[in-house]
């Protein structure tokens, strides 16, 4: 495949502890969750024990049988593309289960080295495992690693230096032999693609059984107990209370209602205002005596300051609370709790037409709303997969914290993290009432069946849950230095000149004015018929941080203490509740409507998305604020 570097191909079962191997191998640091759908898309690196080695991430697979999204991207490229090599990841605490998708690589006759991952856990679970003797019977290099503990990576590596080894298939009795080799000879193909037309007649179950009798003969010779699975009982313990059908939703609803109470209550704040004082009094000071001294004109001397720092400074000042939500979230999904959530929303999720397994990538909306609905390729059909994509909106993203966290602060200074939870809960409530209203209209069917491994609790390492929390909140420093700089500064320039490009002393005259004052009576009904308020509105088109970033613009405010006095003279707790609820619910930025239309791949359902999330953020917010209004 590659003139050059050696290709190994990655290839496991979900959980395995994959993508944490390939973080190692490649120094890279993408996302690693125990849930369905983390790897996607294959994603490569140079490994950097063997800079002549690519290492070729693929999607977390229990069968090669090309079906689902994840099988069909990780069969073309094995049987298409052709690494030089295959690298098994298997869990080795879940032998028998692992091994089954070993056999169909054996099959496939490319090279292949077997990686027994987190085999350090493997006696607290009761057992041994003989890697000598699994390498024997498999006819494959079997060796015993940690990915996550780095343990046993430069064994590894020079058995994957050595090539594997191709003579390595699995023997089927008599009956399916003969089928194979009548299929091989007739159709002129190879045994692989025999196996797999024999799999689609009626010997199927015979291929599926031989298989597992072959595996159970192996973990036999293999694994010896040697007391009893600790791992298990403990997982045992947890779930028969976090997954109690009567507490299972409220301890949910606890655990995330504590994670906010941290996040937006007074530790959370604690850390945001040092932040602030750092960047927006300190700093900001430094560059303006800097700036005074180096006699800079007025013009650019407002653009720098009151435009991109005040713009910049706005958003950046919640860096700690966002990087507290996104390390709770990692723990959470790194230990195994949250592929439970979808177990235990699954019978709710049915009632819309929906599996657990949706659950999913909707989780992943409170993160940012792109990758999770580029997620929602891992569902079954594409019924799902629409109806998913159309729901994922009003799950709360990372980027409107920001805003959630100036208001609270502003208006709601003693129950600011009640206050959120609300709006997470609020939304997730809109969700469900939408998917029952779309899966009985626009997208009716049949409920999908589903399915989900459920792994068992471990300890997160804080190598993994660091890298996990990271990659989301960089992606939130990289839209502070890209899309809320851009709409910074554009936001000044719209806000200091006129049409004729005049620059503007009042800037209710100025061109974000003008067009402000033009839109601002949609939302009278809503309590907020401010012009400053409709522009920041519009601003968040770009990215839902700059709703913060422009009103800081707007209304002079040189830092989030100044904000908060702003925003405290503009708003009652009423409105700003009923501006917090439009926030929540109208359309996400560009980026995610950008996304959703080419996943979708219409541009009608599309503009109906849009269309529907403006509509259900206007009704809302007009109905908190009037019937607010007739209990104050």
């Known amino acids: 495949m590659s003139d050059t570097k050696t290709v190994v191909a990655l290839v496991g079962n979900p959980n395995c502890g994959k ?28 490994c950097r024990y063997n800079k002549n080695m690519l290492i070729v991430d693929l999607p977390g697979i229990y069968s090669l049988s090309p079906n689902s999204a994840e099988e069909i991207i990780t069969h073309d490229f094995i049987i298409n593309e052709k690494p030089d090599l295959i690298l098994n990841i298997v869990d080795a605490t879940n032998l028998e289960r692992n091994l089954y998708l070993t056999t169909q690589l054996a099959e496939t006759g490319v090279p292949m080295v077997i990686a027994l991952n987190m085999a350090d856990a493997v006696k607290k679970n ?33 058995e ?28 002129k193909i190879s045994r692989f693609y025999a196996i797999q037309l024999t799999e689609k007649n009626d010997t199927e179950t015979h291929i599926a059984q031989a298989r597992y009798k072959f595996i159970k003969s192996v973990a036999a010779d293999c694994v010896k107990i040697i007391g009893q699975n600790r791992q298990f009982l403990l997982t045992e313990k947890i779930d028969s209370i976090a997954m109690h059908p009567l507490f299972a939703i409220p301890i949910f609803i606890l655990v995330m209602f504590c994670v906010f109470q941290i996040t937006f209550g007074t530790f959370g704040s604690m850390m945001s205002d040092m932040l602030d004082t750092l960047f927006n009094v300190q700093f900001a000071n430094m560059l303006e005596n800097i700036l005074t001294s180096a006699e800079v004109g007025a013009f650019f001397k407002g653009l720098l300051l ?25 723990f959470l999904e790194d230990s195994g709790y949250m592929a439970r959530t979808a177990f235990i929303m699954d019978k709710l999720f049915i009632k819309i037409g929906l599996s657990g397994k949706s ?17 929602v390729r891992t569902l079954d059909n594409e019924r799902d997969r629409k109806l998913t994509m159309l729901l994922i909106p009003f799950m709360s993203c990372g980027a409107k914290m920001p805003v959630y966290a100036v208001f609270t602060a502003a208006l709601f200074p003693n129950n600011a993290g009640i206050v959120t939870f609300s709006l997470y809960i609020l939304g997730i409530a809109l969700g469900v009432i939408s998917g029952l209203i779309l899966s009985n209209t626009v997208f009716k069917g049949d409920e999908p069946p589903f399915v989900l491994e459920l792994p068992p609790y471990r300890m997160p390492t804080f190598k993994s849950t660091f890298n996990h929390m990271w990659d989301k909140v960089k992606d939130f420093l990289t839209r502070v230095g890209t899309v809320i700089l851009l709409a910074s500064i554009i936001i000044w320039l719209l806000e200091n000149l006129d ?63 100044d904000l908060v006095s702003c925003l405290t003279t503009s708003f009652t707790p009423l409105s700003a509740y009923s501006f917090l609820t ?13 996304t959703l239309r080419s996943e979708l791949n219409s541009r009608k359902l599309t503009a109906f998305s849009v269309l529907y ?20």
């Open 160 to 187: 994957c230096n050595l090539g594997g080894n191709t003579q390595n298939q699995i023997k089927y009795n008599a009956e399916i032999e003969r089928a194979i080799s009548a299929l091989c000879l007739k159709n």
């Open 613 to 632: 999330q403006l509509s259900v953020a206007w009704i809302m917010s007009t109905l908190v604020f009037q019937i607010g209004n007739l209990f104050v």
């Open 126 to 158: 009761g057992f041994e495992i003989n890697a000598n003797m699994l390498t024997k019977r498999l006819n494959i290099p079997s060796v015993p690693i940690s990915a996550s503990k780095c343990i046993g990576i430069e064994k590894l590596i020079k």
């Open 582 to 594: 439009f926030v929540l619910l109208y359309v996400p930025c560009i980026a995610a409507v950008s």
């Open 306 to 330: 009151d435009g991109i720092i005040s713009g910049i400074g706005s958003v950046i000042t919640f860096f700690p609370q966002i990087m507290l939500l996104f390390l709770f979230l990692s």
């Open 19 to 46: 993508t944490t191997l390939f973080n190692e191998l490649t120094g890279s640091n993408y996302d690693v969750g125990n849930r369905i759908g983390v790897t996607v898309e294959s994603k490569k690196g140079i």
């Open 499 to 561: 049409f004729h490009l005049h620059l503007t002393a009042d800037s209710e005259y100025s061109i974000i004015g003008t067009l402000g004052k033009l839109i601002a009576p949609i939302f009278k009904p809503c309590g907020f018929g401010n012009w400053k308020v409709a522009v920041s509105l519009i601003s968040g088109f770009a990215a839902k941080e700059a709703v913060v970033s422009t009103m800081s613009i707007l209304y002079g405010a040189y830092n989030t203490a």
């Open 359 to 375: 659950f999913v990538p909707m989780i992943m909306g409170f993160g940012c709303s792109v990758p999770a609905t580029m997620a």
